[in-house]
């Protein structure tokens, strides 16, 4: 009985710690801490985190399914490289959707865009406030929690859930490029623009600016890509 129930208790426990695993992998990976091209064990990252290697091997398999990572045999787990050409069909997703979530709440009423206008404008301002700063992580957290919104409160669960499948991408070129990028406040005005469509109710003028603000991110970051080959990281 005693047996039974340590392994009960163990079973239980088995999820969170993968889940631990991941979760701590993926925000390596998102941020850079794990570049692209970047090998090791799993030993060698387990001791990185802080963790056993049987939550990060199975953790592991997950990224794989995700794209992030490649399990090599006898070579351990290989960050996968960011492609130029991936990163630009991914931005082509983005700006549709994004795009369409922009006038979709646009479209919604007086209060709720009030509300949603506030949220988006406090991220900007977050931004603008990591800029002058200079602190560019802090930058991208919030251009980050600025896009995040703009799906999550369009009403829209399809344009969240497909959003979803290409964010961790977009995201680490996004932080990969940060100090090569130049139009960092261009972005402000540009977020500041999509707000005020949004909060004055104009629908196409939303979905304009929301679609050229992510064009143009996509004309700077692939050529970044690009030039500097950091698709070979």
């Known amino acids: 009985m005693a047996r039974s129930a340590k392994a009960a208790v163990a079973g239980e426990r088995r999820p969170s710690l993968v889940d631990d695993a991941y979760a701590a992998m ?15 064990s799993e030993q060698e990252i387990a001791l990185r985190l802080g963790m056993s290697r049987t939550p990060v091997h199975e953790a592991s398999i997950r990224l794989q399914e995700e794209g992030l990572v490649r399990i090599v045999p006898k070579r351990g787990i290989v960050i996968c490289a960011l492609v130029p050409d991936d990163i630009r069909e991914i931005y082509e997703v983005i700006i549709a959707l994004e795009a369409s979530a922009a006038e979709l709440l646009a479209q919604r009423p007086a209060e709720e865009r009030a509300a949603v206008a506030a949220a988006l404008s406090e991220a900007t301002d977050r931004m603008e406030a990591a800029h002058a700063a200079g602190l560019l992580k802090d ?9 995040r919104i703009l799906v999550e409160r369009c009403g829209n669960r399809r344009i ?3 959003i979803q499948t290409v964010n961790d991408q977009s995201h680490r070129a996004r932080m990969l490029t940060l100090k090569l990028r130049r139009q960092l406040p261009a972005s402000v005005a540009e977020h500041r623009a999509i707000v005020a469509a949004i909060s004055a ?24 890509l690009e030039e500097f080959g950091l698709k070979h990281f």
């Open 201 to 224: 109710g104009e629908s196409a003028a939303a979905h304009a600016a929301a679609r050229a603000h992510r064009s143009h991110a996509r004309d700077e970051l692939v050529p970044l």
């Open 160 to 162: 969240q859930r497909i």
């Open 26 to 40: 993926k925000e390596a990976i998102r941020e850079s801490t794990f570049a692209p091209g970047y090998q090791a």
């Open 139 to 147: 930058w991208g957290k919030a251009d980050e929690t600025f896009h």
